[in-house]
């Protein structure tokens, strides 16, 4: 029996290895699904924006002329908004950082373009500012929640001893949500209506 001992042992230490680098890469995939899935909801949260976006524009093309300015920056900036496209699997902060941005600027021109007096009379056009409202609800909701998947993942391969091994098995740090610079600003809206009505 005596001369088993060692390869007991060895079994056992083999075992206890196998269970514990297995149960490292199994909660970090875990884990990394759950991200993919809040990234998922993020993205189909500002793809509804983007779809309400086309309606608007179709709404506020009836306009007055001082309007067109406005709407074009829209337009601009969805097609700069939807261009950013991120790989949850692979995501860095500087690609997080730059979706925010695009992103951050469409929410600010949205603001302007609400904002003006004789959109208020269009029935279709509140109906779409509400749904707007309610959309940017489920923006904030999910990207706290991919905050929220986010942190057990990171804490799971950043916490010691499992981060001497999750860079073996490829798994690196995931960057948070974050506001993007300026947006702690309310955006200006100026109207200059006097001014164009001299002009025409």
Known sequence: MRKFLPWIILGVIVLFGYFYFKGINNTAVTLNQNIEEAWGNVETSYQRRNDLIVNIVKSVQGQAEYEKG???????????ATQTKIDPTNITPEQLDQFTKNQSALSRLLVTVESYPNLQANQGFLKLQDELTSTENQILTARTRFNEAVKPYNNHIKTFPNSLFAGMFGFQEKPYFK???????APDVEFNFDKKAETK
């Open 70 to 80: 406005t709407l074009e920056a829209v337009v601009q900036a969805r097609a700069a």
């Open 179 to 185: 506001a993007a610079e300026g947006t702690e600003k």
